[in-house]
């Protein structure tokens, strides 16, 4: 009779598991190889903050600050908050350690699980795993630029090809609070419900990102920021387009698009998959000029980006692709005897020494059972070794994806199978 367990992982928490893991790992890792090639540096964020932080570097009206953030009092009655994005911490972390006050800008890379209490779906957990960036300390739209380059390199350098990315300007402090009035002056002409007319009073532009088809139908016809912008916005807007394009980073420009968070100004950006349904989103971004100073810092400008892993994984589906490899190893031994493993486990130590990934037969199961083992592994060789190989000093080596096998001398084992898997 088989036993399960009665425990189960929270609902909208994914558990990966090999050998799907291996994708997981894949794809995250790949993600932040491109931002590495750019000199972005790792930080490690705390899962948990001061609820204060989110509240003012988040944004008050967004749905993740009133809807979805997972807050708590701690045992010292503090209100803490598991992180639903990285920006804001990043934010705290280089004003707490002074990272602003060294060479600028300041480049840093993360990545980790996010929370947010949401309706489950695929493609949408309560715990997201994400890919960040953060670029803090210069206004320059050739950065902007950078950033949204490093987003599609990472994409593309997992064979991701199916996406598009759209690109608006949210204005700056120069033109934003004009057409705030002038959003305003239209919604509060419309029929809205007591909720969405709170909204509005608190940051217009949330109603744009009102999903509902009859909120859509009514704001068809607002006044859209990118028709607005100051010519200082505007030359930086199109200055960023001039970098994309030569770059030969391909853009459509969105008009309507308004991200989910209130930080975002300047240039905002959303790379979409059409093939995920109804949770299209894989990553996005923007300029966040006005933040540092919000969370009690110099005003410093900023952008970046978040990258979903889970969003990139479906993708990758969706394009009958996938990455990384499922194998666990590279090579597997089997020790027909115990004096065999004695000196299999230390060939697997100097192989392992060499950098090549290697696993062994262990519990003494007989030869069908170990090759059974080794077939699962999805390892490319196979070692094995019995007392005549120890009398001879060799060892079999077998090729698992054709078949053929072949006695090399234990000595030579490390460099064979490095020139074979090089091969």
């Given at each position: 009779?088989?036993?399960?367990?009665?425990?189960?992982?929270?609902?909208?928490?994914?558990?990966?598991?090999?050998?799907?893991?291996?994708?997981?790992?894949?794809?995250?890792?790949?993600?932040?190889?491109?931002?590495?090639?750019?000199?972005?540096?790792?930080?490690?964020?705390?899962?948990?903050?001061?609820?204060?932080?989110?509240?003012?570097?988040?944004?008050?009206?967004?749905?993740?600050?009133?809807?979805?953030?997972?807050?708590?009092?701690?045992?010292?009655?503090?209100?803490?908050?598991?992180?639903?994005?990285?920006?804001?911490?990043?934010?705290?972390?280089?004003?707490?350690?002074?990272?602003?006050?060294?060479?600028?800008?300041?480049?840093?890379?993360?990545?980790?699980?996010?929370?947010?209490?949401?309706?489950?779906?695929?493609?949408?957990?309560?715990?997201?795993?994400?890919v960040g960036i953060e670029?803090?300390?210069?206004?320059?739209?050739?950065?902007?630029?950078?950033?949204?380059?490093i987003a599609d390199a990472?994409?593309?350098?997992?064979?991701?090809?199916?996406?598009?990315?759209?690109?608006?300007?949210?204005?700056?402090?120069?033109?934003?609070?004009?057409?705030?009035?002038?959003?305003?002056?239209?919604?509060?002409?419309?029929?809205?419900?007591?909720?969405?007319?709170?909204?509005?009073?608190?940051?217009?532009?949330?109603?744009?990102?009102?999903?509902?088809?009859?909120?859509?139908?009514?704001?068809?016809?607002?006044?859209?920021?990118?028709?607005?912008?100051?010519?200082?916005?505007?030359?930086?807007?199109?200055?960023?387009?001039?970098?994309?394009?030569?770059?030969?980073?391909?853009?459509?420009?969105?008009?309507?698009?308004?991200?989910?968070?209130?930080?975002?100004?300047?240039?905002?950006?959303?790379?979409?998959?059409?093939?995920?349904?109804?949770?299209?989103?894989?990553?996005?971004?923007?300029?966040?000029?006005?933040?540092?100073?919000?969370?009690?810092?110099?005003?410093?400008?900023?952008?970046?980006?978040?990258?979903?892993?889970?969003?990139?994984?479906?993708?990758?589906?969706?394009?009958?692709?996938?990455?990384?490899?499922?194998?666990?190893?590279?090579?597997?031994?089997?020790?027909?005897?115990?004096?065999?493993?004695?000196?299999?486990?230390?060939?697997?130590?100097?192989?392992r020494a060499a950098g090549?990934?290697?696993?062994?037969?262990?519990?003494?199961?007989?030869?069908?059972?170990?090759?059974?083992?080794?077939?699962?592994?999805?390892?490319?060789?196979?070692?094995?070794?019995?007392?005549?190989?120890?009398?001879?000093?060799?060892?079999?080596?077998?090729?698992?994806?054709?078949?053929?096998?072949?006695?090399?001398?234990?000595?030579?084992?490390?460099?064979?199978?490095?020139?074979?898997?090089?091969?």
């Amino acid at each position: 009779m088989t036993k399960t367990s009665s425990f189960s992982a929270p609902k909208g928490v994914p558990d990966y598991v090999p050998p799907g893991s291996a994708e997981f790992v894949a794809v995250r890792d790949g993600l932040l190889r491109a931002a590495r090639l750019a000199g972005y540096g790792h930080i490690e964020l705390p899962v948990f903050e001061d609820t204060g932080l989110f509240a003012r570097g988040v944004g008050e009206s967004t749905d993740v600050v009133t809807k979805e953030m997972y807050t708590f009092p701690d045992r010292g009655d503090r209100s803490v908050t598991l992180r639903p994005e990285g920006t804001a911490g990043v934010m705290r972390a280089v004003i707490e350690h002074g990272l602003d006050r060294g060479q600028l800008p300041v480049k840093l890379c993360y990545a980790g699980p996010f929370f947010r209490y949401e309706r489950p779906q695929a493609g949408r957990y309560r715990q997201l795993q994400q890919v960040g960036i953060e670029a803090i300390g210069v206004d320059d739209p050739a950065l902007d630029a950078e950033v949204i380059a490093i987003a599609d390199a990472g994409f593309r350098g997992l064979g991701l090809d199916g996406f598009r990315l759209e690109v608006t300007s949210l204005g700056d402090e120069t033109c934003r609070p004009q057409y705030r009035e002038l959003l305003q002056e239209f919604l509060f002409g419309l029929p809205l419900d007591e909720e969405t007319k709170r909204r509005a009073q608190l940051n217009p532009l949330r109603v744009l990102d009102d999903k509902r088809p009859e909120v859509r139908a009514m704001t068809a016809d607002a006044p859209l920021m990118i028709d607005h912008l100051s010519e200082s916005a505007k030359a930086h807007f199109e200055q960023v387009l001039g970098h994309l394009e030569v770059l030969g980073v391909p853009y459509v420009v969105n008009p309507r698009m308004v991200r989910g968070l209130d930080y975002y100004t300047k240039t905002t950006f959303e790379f979409v998959h059409d093939g995920l349904g109804a949770q299209s989103g894989i990553g996005g971004g923007g300029r966040y000029d006005g933040l540092m100073a919000e969370l009690g810092g110099q005003p410093l400008s900023g952008i970046g980006f978040g990258l979903g892993v889970d969003r990139t994984m479906l993708a990758l589906a969706a394009e009958g692709k996938s990455a990384g490899s499922p194998a666990r190893c590279e090579v597997f031994g089997v020790p027909l005897g115990e004096a065999a493993k004695q000196r299999l486990v230390v060939v697997a130590a100097q192989l392992r020494a060499a950098g090549i990934r290697v696993d062994l037969a262990y519990g003494g199961r007989g030869v069908k059972g170990a090759m059974k083992a080794a077939d699962r592994s999805g390892a490319r060789f196979t070692l094995v070794l019995g007392d005549r190989d120890l009398a001879e000093n060799t060892v079999g080596l077998k090729d698992m994806a054709t078949g053929d096998q072949r006695q090399i001398p234990l000595p030579e084992v490390v460099g064979v199978i490095r020139e074979a898997l090089a091969g």
